[in-house]
Nanobody, 124 residues
């Protein structure tokens, strides 16, 4: 069982930056691939980034967001730069028991554990 707690959300102006953190419980954090998803009002939850042996990004955030992890701290981060109003959403971190997933599709079904989410609001 893994418990995930996100933090770092808030209100920021367009062009600004935020860094989200996700703290995980358990001693096997390094065995999990970690991901970030987001969900805007009235929309489905969508993939943002994933980190395992490699990093993966949605096209909409590539070049602006960076996912990283510190296994010693059981924490995964999402550095978000050049934020846009369309980045406004609740951001969720998630853990995938399959660290190296062949043919990864970046869907919610690939993840086993989820945090409660943190709100990010970007004003224009």
């Amino acid at each position: 069982q893994v418990q995930l707690v996100e933090s770092g959300g808030g209100l920021v102006q367009a062009g600004g930056s935020l860094r989200l953190s996700c703290a995980a419980s358990g001693r096997t954090f390094s065995n999990y691939a970690m991901g970030w998803f987001r969900q805007a009002p009235g929309k489905e939850r969508e993939f943002v980034a994933r980190i395992s042996r490699s990093t993966y990004y949605a096209d909409s955030v590539k070049g602006r967001f960076t996912i990283s992890r510190d296994n010693a701290k059981n924490t995964v981060y999402l550095q978000m730069n050049s934020l846009k109003p369309e980045d406004t959403a609740v951001y969720y971190c998630a853990a995938d028991r399959i660290f190296l997933r062949i043919g990864v599709l970046h869907t919610t079904q690939e993840y086993d554990y989820w945090g409660q989410g943190t709100q990010v609001t970007v004003s224009s």
